[in-house]
């Protein structure tokens, strides 16, 4: 019997519906017995800073309102199995039919899993302690500032932002930084 590889699909769910579709598919996988074929269930989320009257807040936001990522190998059950989830709508590249879907490009995966912490592999930077960077998403996005300390482990970097008059410091992901222009 040939060993088949697991690959990544987007699965569609209504909006707001996220966390609950990855919650039933979850509890499936023992149910329905195909937790050989089902490995990973990532609803794309991550954290930001939000500063509403000089008072920061942390705020988890989905970054694909109305997907989720499965990690599977795509057999016949599996595919029934998902498709068929209380929430979901379907699979994002299939074109209807009883057509299986395409899966997710390696290097697109892995931008999405490394932009929310969840990848092992590590993020190669242009900039070091010192360096001047600009940040390029998030609440602070086009601001610029110094990388005062930089942690491999979380590919996070912590950038000293002029906020409110005073050298704030912010922690930001590898993703979100680039050298600034000189």
């Keep these: 019997m040939e060993e088949r590889k697991s690959q990544w699909y987007v699965v569609n769910t209504y909006v707001g519906h996220e966390n609950r579709v990855a919650e039933n598919l979850k509890k499936r996988l023992e149910t329905m017995n195909i937790k050989d074929n089902l490995f990973r269930i990532v609803v794309a989320e991550e954290t930001q800073i939000e500063v509403k009257n000089e008072k920061t807040k942390e705020v988890v936001r989905n970054i694909f309102p ?13 595919w029934y199995v ?27 995966i892995e931008a999405i899993l490394k932009r929310i912490g969840q990848s092992d592999k590590a993020v190669e930077v ?19 500032g110094i990388v005062d300390a930089m ?5 996070t970097a912590t950038v000293l932002i002029i906020l409110f008059g005073r050298e704030t410091p912010t922690d930001i992901s590898y993703l979100d930084l680039a050298p600034a222009d000189l």
């Design 151 to 155: 942690n491999d482990q979380t590919q």
């Design 66 to 78: 109305g997907y989720l990522f499965v990690e599977m190998v795509m057999t016949d059950e599996a």
């Design 126 to 144: 242009e900039f070091s302690v010192g360096s001047s960077v600009k940040i390029l998403s998030g609440p602070f996005s086009g601001m610029e």
């Design 82 to 108: 998902v498709r068929n989830t209380p929430g979901v709508t379907g699979f994002i590249g299939s074109s209807g039919g009883g057509a299986k879907p395409i899966p997710v490009r390696e290097e697109e």
